[in-house]
């Protein structure tokens, strides 16, 4: 398969996670943040609510942006570090590793999105066994940039080129000794 191929069907999926991660928060803003303030809550299984939040900083709710300086200068900071990602991703040559990273970029994009046009990322999904909150609660973007981190991760400690046991020699394409 082509490398341009490859990277063609990475840009492709970034495309995919952004656009369905706005899809969602477009629902999410007609059908959530138009409830009363205390019923922003819609239950959709016992260990899964959609509940309307609104975050102003970044991963784990970190450097909240409490200004407009800030609003801008963490829009400013994850727009810098989504270029990062796509420079990489058309670097990459293996499919896997960039379809990873066009998860990270496409999640990225979505929240960049939502910070430079509401100051604040939509955030919906919450998962919970009872009172006990596993993650805070998040949105499309986020679990897209989480499992595509998880993949490049995975892929770095697991898929190790294997050492060289020849000491640097091609012996596959070598003259024979005489």
Do not use: C
């Not at 007609?30 to 939040?53: C, D, M, Q």
């Not at 590793?97 to 066009?102: E, H, P, R």
């Amino acid at each position: 398969m082509s490398v341009w191929r490859n990277r063609l069907i990475g840009l492709l999926i970034a495309a995919a996670v952004f656009a369905i991660d706005q899809a969602v928060k477009i629902w999410m803003v007609f059908h959530l943040k138009t409830l009363p303030t205390l019923e922003r809550v819609i239950e959709i299984l016992p260990i899964f609510n959609l509940r309307w939040t609104e975050n102003y900083g970044v991963s784990l709710g970190l450097f909240t942006a409490g200004s407009p300086e800030g609003r801008w200068a963490l829009v400013a900071m994850t727009a810098a570090i989504a270029l990062f990602v796509l420079v990489w991703l058309l670097r990459e040559r293996k499919l896997p590793d960039i379809a990873a990273l066009a998860l990270v970029l496409g999640g990225a994009l979505g929240n960049i999105r939502d910070r430079a046009g509401n100051g604040y990322v939509i955030d919906y999904a919450d998962l919970h066994f009872g009172e006990f909150r596993p993650f805070l609660v998040f949105n499309i973007a986020d679990a897209a940039i989480t499992i595509g981190v998880l993949i490049i991760l995975a892929r770095s400690l697991l898929s190790r080129d294997k050492p060289d046991t020849n000491g640097g020699h091609d012996t596959a394409n070598a003259a024979p000794e005489i």
